[in-house]
C-alpha cells in the first residue's frame, strides 16, 4: 500500500483524536487559561495536521477542535451550546481560520511534492524540456511523452488525439486527482481506474487535445508519478503552441 494512504489515515485518525486529547489535558487548567489562549493552541493543532495530511483531515481538524473547545471550554460546560457571545465568536472564528489555514497547508504540501520527487522523476521532466526546445516537429515531442507516461503510471497502452473530446471519461487533474464523472476516485486506495483515463494537454491555456491512457490493472501510480504525468503533458502542449499546431 502506498506510503502516503497510510499518512492520510493517520492524518485523519490524528485530525480527530488529537483536538479531544488536548482539550482533556487543559480541561483541569481552564479556569486560569483563557479560551482564546486555548484556541490557538488548537489552531495550532490543525495546521499541524492539515500540513501532514489532506483537506480532509485538516477540514475534520478545524470541525474537531471547534467542537471540543465548545463542549469543554464554553459555558454552559460539557454541552454543545455557548451561551456567550465572546465565546461563539471565538468558536466560530477558529472554525474558519482552521478551515482556510487547512486549504492552504494541503495546497502547500502538494505544490512541494514535484520538489522532493526522486531523480528519475526530475531526469524524465529535464529530458522532455531539451527535446521540446531542439525537437524539430511538436509529434516527436507528443510521441516522447506518450511514452514516458506509458513507463512512468504503469500504461498498457496510451495515445494522443489532436484536438478531441469525445465522452467522459476518468480524467487525471493537474493537481494529480483523478476525476470520473462529478466524484473523486481514489487513486491510492483503488489504483487507477480499469479504462482509458484522459490527461488534457493545454499551450498557453488553448486546448490541443488529450492523452488517452490504458492502465494495466493493480496500478497504484504515486501522487508524485501522477503530477510529473501532469508536467509532461503541459511539456507537450508548449511545444505544440510554440508550433503553432492546431
Known amino acids: 500500500m502506498p506510503r502516503y494512504l497510510d499518512r492520510d489515515r493517520i492524518a485523519i485518525v490524528a485530525a480527530l483524536v488529537v483536538p479531544l486529547a488536548v482539550c482533556a489535558v487543559l480541561v483541569p487548567f481552564r479556569a486560569s487559561i483563557v479560551n482564546t489562549n486555548v484556541a490557538l493552541v488548537l489552531a495550532a493543532i490543525v495546521v499541524a495536521v492539515a500540513a501532514n495530511g489532506h483537506r480532509l483531515a485538516g477540514a475534520l481538524a478545524a470541525v474537531s477542535a471547534a467542537v471540543w473547545f465548545d463542549f469543554f471550554f464554553t459555558q454552559p460546560h460539557h454541552r454543545l451550546t455557548i451561551a456567550k457571545a465572546a465565546d461563539i465568536q471565538t468558536a466560530v472564528l477558529l472554525l474558519i481560520v482552521g478551515l482556510v489555514v487547512s486549504q492552504l497547508a494541503a495546497r502547500a504540501r502538494r505544490m512541494r511534492v514535484i520538489a522532493i520527487t526522486d531523480a528519475d522523476y526530475l531526469a524524465r521532466v529535464h529530458a522532455t524540456a531539451e527535446l521540446a526546445q531542439s525537437a524539430k516537429t511538436p509529434d516527436v515531442v507528443v510521441a516522447h511523452v506518450t ?3 506509458t513507463d512512468l503510471l504503469g500504461l498498457r497502452g496510451c495515445r494522443f488525439e489532436y484536438g478531441t473530446l469525445i465522452g467522459h471519461p476518468p480524467r487525471l487533474e493537474q493537481d494529480g486527482s483523478v476525476v470520473w464523472g462529478h466524484r473523486r476516485w481514489d487513486v491510492d486506495r483503488l489504483g487507477l481506474p480499469e479504462e482509458e483515463v ?14 488517452m ?3 494495466m490493472p493493480g496500478t497504484f501510480p504515486s501522487l508524485q508519478a ?11 502542449g508548449a511545444a505544440l503552441d510554440t508550433a503553432g499546431t492546431g
Open 226 to 236: 501522477r503530477l510529473v504525468a501532469v508536467t509532461l503533458a503541459d511539456q507537450a
Open 198 to 211: 484522459e490527461l488534457r494537454t493545454f499551450g498557453q491555456g488553448r486546448f490541443y487535445g488529450r492523452y
Open 213 to 215: 491512457m490504458d492502465p
Open 147 to 149: 511514452a514516458q507516461l
